[in-house]
């Protein structure tokens, strides 16, 4: 079993700023991508952005392209997503998912793993 544990969620103002991290532990798979969702209330979860595991291929959904950025630090396991210029309709719980799938790192039904969720409030 793979544990993803989400952090650095909170309250930001519109334009501002903030950087999640999600760790692995337990069995990590030795190659595997990894993405970022989130959900807002009364919403389908959607994609935000993936990276493998090389961290040479990144992919945003168009809502985030330009203003989040996905990385990864194999070494320690960890991936952030680095989210700026935020706005109200960027308000959601944030996962962190693992595949080991190599494509359509945007369908949620790929994904083997999921953390709990971070929550990301961004106030008008």
């Known amino acids: 079993q793979v544990q993803l544990l989400e952090s650095g969620g909170g309250l930001v103002q519109a334009g501002g700023s903030l950087r999640l991290s999600c760790a692995a532990s337990g069995r990590t798979p030795s190659n595997y991508a990894m993405g970022w969702f989130r959900q807002a209330p009364g919403k389908e979860r959607e994609f935000v952005a993936a990276?493998?595991?090389?961290?040479?291929?990144?992919y945003y959904a168009d809502s985030v392209k330009g203003r989040f950025t996905i990385s990864r630090d194999n070494a320690k396991n960890t991936v952030h997503l680095q989210m700026n210029s935020l706005t109200p309709e960027d308000t959601a719980v944030y996962y962190c998912?693992?595949?080991?799938?190599?494509?359509?790192?945007?369908?949620?039904?790929?994904?083997?793993?999921w953390g709990q969720g971070t929550q990301v409030t961004v106030s008008s």
């Open positions: 998912a693992a595949t080991t799938r190599n494509y359509a790192y945007g369908d949620r039904r790929i994904y083997a793993y």
């Open positions: 990276i493998t595991w090389s961290g040479g291929n990144t």
